[in-house]
């Protein structure tokens, strides 16, 4: 039986730009991504959002919006990740390289797409026009996507 296993991913986003994470180590390292991780047992996904975010960016929210769910099987291992994909436009703080993470603001049209999971150049445009959705994808290796589906959500 395969498993969902829940993590956390957080986009803050101002007008024009985006804050990406540079992964410094462990799952998606030397890849742009959003500020997150694993959910753990005693916490709810909104309080896993904001501790992971605090802790590999420096940034507080008090409010996060829901942007989408993502499920991705990488072949090969046992459990689904269920990612929960969240935004921010409100924060307090000032971006803050961790242990795990250098932040940087990106343009939207400067994204590195080249640099990041390759399933990111399919919804940070849904993300980016407040469309929330839900995504399956299926992963041969950490550079291909075998299957996917995408859809707009109105959770
Ligand atoms: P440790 O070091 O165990 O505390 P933790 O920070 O809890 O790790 P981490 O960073 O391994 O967890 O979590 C993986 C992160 O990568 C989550 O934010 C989800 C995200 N992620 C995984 N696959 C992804 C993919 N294909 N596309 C994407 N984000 C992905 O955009
Ligand atoms: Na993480
Ligand atoms: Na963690």
Same mark, same amino acid.
């Given at each position: 039986?395969?498993?969902n296993?829940?993590?956390?991913? +957080?986009?803050? !986003?101002n007008?024009?730009?985006?804050?990406? #994470?540079?992964?410094?180590? #462990?799952?998606? +390292?030397?890849?742009?991504?959003?500020?997150?991780?694993?959910?753990?047992?005693d %916490?709810?996904?909104?309080?896993?959002?904001?501790?992971?975010l605090?802790?590999? @960016? #420096?940034?507080?929210?008090?409010? =996060?919006?829901?942007?989408?769910?993502l499920?991705?099987?990488?072949?090969?291992?046992?459990?689904? =990740?269920?990612? $929960?994909v969240?935004?921010? /436009?409100?924060? %307090?703080g000032?971006?803050?390289? @961790?242990e795990?993470?250098?932040?940087?603001?990106f343009?939207?049209p400067? +994204?590195?797409?080249?640099d990041?999971?390759?399933?990111?150049? !399919?919804?940070f445009?849904?993300m980016?026009?407040?469309?929330?959705?839900?995504?399956?994808?299926?992963?041969?290796? $950490?550079?291909?996507?075998?299957?996917?589906? !995408?859809e707009?959500? /109105?959770t």
């Amino acid at each position: 039986m395969t498993k969902n296993k829940l993590y956390t991913s +957080v986009f803050i !986003l101002n007008e024009a730009n985006v804050l990406l #994470g540079m992964k410094k180590r #462990g799952f998606g +390292v030397g890849r742009w991504n959003g500020f997150g991780g694993k959910v753990d047992a005693d %916490e709810t996904i909104l309080e896993a959002a904001k501790r992971e975010l605090l802790e590999e @960016s #420096g940034l507080t929210v008090n409010e =996060l919006q829901e942007a989408g769910i993502l499920k991705f099987e990488y072949l090969g291992e046992s459990e689904i =990740l269920e990612v $929960h994909v969240f935004t921010a /436009c409100k924060f %307090e703080g000032t971006p803050t390289e @961790s242990e795990e993470m250098r932040p940087k603001w990106f343009p939207i049209p400067e +994204v590195p797409y080249n640099d990041m999971w390759p399933d990111d150049r !399919l919804w940070f445009p849904l993300m980016f026009r407040g469309q929330k959705f839900s995504g399956y994808f299926k992963f041969n290796g $950490h550079l291909e996507i075998q299957d996917y589906t !995408l859809e707009p959500a /109105c959770t």
